[in-house]
């Protein structure tokens, strides 16, 4: 049989697929800049309004434009009765399961549906996004037995959700913890999930689609899970003094070491730094100091040696206990991640059709040729 050598890219790893203007990452020194403006500088002194508004818009806005478009989110909240049913059908199921099924069922109320100018694509991204956190916050209740409560139009975004989630108002030092999460997970360039959004928008299908197909990207282990993980290992180390010897025990057994580590990262996630000081501040202010204190250890003690290695901190490292730490139930991250990468998502949907190509690698096929069919009666 004749074979042709081809060149695989196991992964697509160091493979770039298009030209992007959405963010940038240089994994060697921990930089990461959306539309060109530096990570640090947006988590420390933007909104998640403001930064949403500049991913969809490629430019900061002026006090007007973020005015409009802070109205627009606030307006989009609240999702029709039809869906809130549908969640109450399927409350049992895991909270990104519900989020998949109620995106889904969002687009059959969505006035732009069929619509997939650049518009309306970015309306329904605004949309999506203010009615993701009514989803999430609607799940959460009916599973308790508690009603949903009605969007408060008072407050931002970050701010909404944590009402919507507990029925009553977050302290502005909580709810800018929570902008500050929602800026950081915004986009990430053509992690698992925008890619595969990239490869449902490729084919020309619809917006809702293609977050239908980031949600449930977002959704596996080696993706949007470890900030539930390193929560679940500060709770297994449960004191300070046990963490160097968690480290080494779960080393030695060739485990892996919660929120170090990144598939791009070799040096800190300049993400990491901005939850940092929330997981200490919150922590203090609630009476659980001690998942800031095992977190540090591990940091700053047992994993020092690993920076050798590129093996650094990563976002979900003290995402785990800053949302653990605003009382939002374990199974509940990775939602609240999804929420956040909505505007991420939404953009790089826009960035594939403004001139789209559908994307459409090979597989190398490596099975048996030509074989004979052999007839039902004949087959052993
Ligand atoms: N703990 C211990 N060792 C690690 C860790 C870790 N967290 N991360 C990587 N290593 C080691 C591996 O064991 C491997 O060692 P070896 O060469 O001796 O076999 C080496 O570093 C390279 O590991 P890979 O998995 O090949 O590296 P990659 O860069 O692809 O891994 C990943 C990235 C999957 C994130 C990994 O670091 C990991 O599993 N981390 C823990 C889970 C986690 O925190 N995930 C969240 C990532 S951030 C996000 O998705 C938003």
């Known amino acids: 049989m004749e074979t042709t050598e081809v060149q695989i890219h196991r992964g697509l790893r160091g493979i770039y697929i298009d030209n992007t203007q959405a963010s940038f990452i240089d994994g060697n020194v921990g930089k990461l800049l959306y539309r060109g403006y530096d990570i640090h500088e947006l988590a420390e002194k933007s909104t998640f309004e403001e930064t949403m508004y500049l991913l969809l818009h490629g430019q900061l806005p002026t006090r007007a434009q973020l005015s409009a ?50 518009e309306a694509i970015l309306r329904k991204g605004i949309r999506l996004t203010a009615q993701a956190a009514t989803v999430v916050a609607a799940h959460e209740r009916i599973r308790h037995g508690l009603d949903p409560v009605p969007p408060d139009p008072s407050l931002n975004h970050a701010g909404n959700f944590l009402y919507l989630l507990r029925g009553k108002r977050p302290d502005p030092e909580e709810a800018k913890t929570m902008d500050v999460d929602f800026i950081i997970h915004a986009e990430h360039s053509s992690n698992a999930s925008a890619f595969a959004a990239r490869v449902t928008a490729s084919t020309l299908s619809d917006l809702h689609s293609a977050i239908v197909t980031g949600i449930g990207t977002l959704k596996g282990p080696l993706h949007g899970g470890a900030a539930e993980k390193v929560m679940e290992m500060a709770e297994a180390i449960g004191q300070p003094e046990r963490a160097e010897e968690y480290v080494r025990e779960t080393l030695k057994s060739h485990g892996r070491i919660m929120g170090f580590g990144h598939a791009v990262y070799k040096a800190e996630d300049p993400r990491a730094r901005h939850l940092r000081d929330r997981s200490k501040v919150l922590g203090e202010k609630r009476g659980e100091p001690q998942w800031f204190q095992i977190l540090t250890v591990l940091e700053q003690k047992a994993m020092v040696p690993y920076r050798a290695r590129g093996i650094y901190v990563n976002v979900d490292f003290f995402a785990g206990s800053v949302y653990h730490l605003l009382g939002i139930p374990s199974d509940l991250f990775i939602s609240i991640f999804a929420m956040g990468r909505i505007p991420g998502w939404t953009l790089q949907v826009m960035e594939q059709q ?25 087959r052993r």
Do not use: K, W
Not at 100 to 107: E, F, M, P, Q, W
């Open 354 to 378: 403004a001139h789209n190509m559908l994307l459409r690698p090979l597989l190398n096929y490596t099975g048996p040729m030509d074989l004979p069919y052999v007839p039902m009666d004949q």
């Open 69 to 118: 478009f802070d109205a627009e989110l606030r307006a989009a909240r609240p999702i029709p009765a039809e869906v809130i049913q549908i969640i109450r059908l399927v409350q049992r199921a895991h909270p990104m399961d519900v989020l998949r099924t109620a995106v889904s069922a969002l687009a059959a109320f969505d006035p732009d549906v069929t619509n997939e100018s650049p």
